[in-house]
């Protein structure tokens, strides 16, 4: 498995693992207000890495550098469990200073177990415009 930096050539394939991977695993949010464009808005100014085996991309990780944030990390459900999610954590870790941190919807139980799989720590739940979520750190 590489992982590399994205090329404006992979946007379209990152717009439908955004799109297709929020419409399966985000059962809390409604389908229908999802978009393709919906990544160009949610990773402005931010570094993108992308997971890539035999040519095909598997999934990303969208870094606001400035801040040492994961904004986005996200595969494609066809490809949970091959260990690109764990990959791209640990570049998002190489690209960026510690401590990093990163937000996880406080409903998505099964991302909320993968990170603290990785060393991640919950911090604090916070809650905006109704929706609860961990800011987690990694140091």
């Not at 409604?30 to 095909?56: K, S």
């Not at 791209?88 to 139980?109: F, H, Q």
Request: glycine share 6%; proline share 3%; aromatic share 12%.
């Amino acid at each position: 498995m590489n992982i590399r930096t994205a090329t404006n050539q992979d946007y379209s394939v990152l717009r439908q693992i955004y799109l297709e991977s929020r419409r399966q695993q985000f059962h809390w949010a409604n389908p229908d207000e999802m978009a393709l464009q919906d990544f160009d808005r949610d990773t402005e100014e931010e570094h993108i890495l992308v997971a890539e085996q035999a040519g095909h991309i598997l999934g990303f990780v969208s870094l606001y550098v400035p801040e040492n944030f994961i904004h986005l990390l996200f595969v494609h459900p066809d490809h949970f469990g091959k260990g690109a999610g764990t990959r791209l954590l640990a570049a998002a870790a190489l690209e960026m200073n510690t401590p990093l941190r990163l937000k996880c919807v406080s409903e998505n139980i099964r991302a909320l177990a993968f990170y603290e799989r990785n060393g991640w720590k919950k911090v604090i739940e916070e809650e905006k415009n109704g929706e609860k979520y961990w800011v987690m750190e990694y140091e």
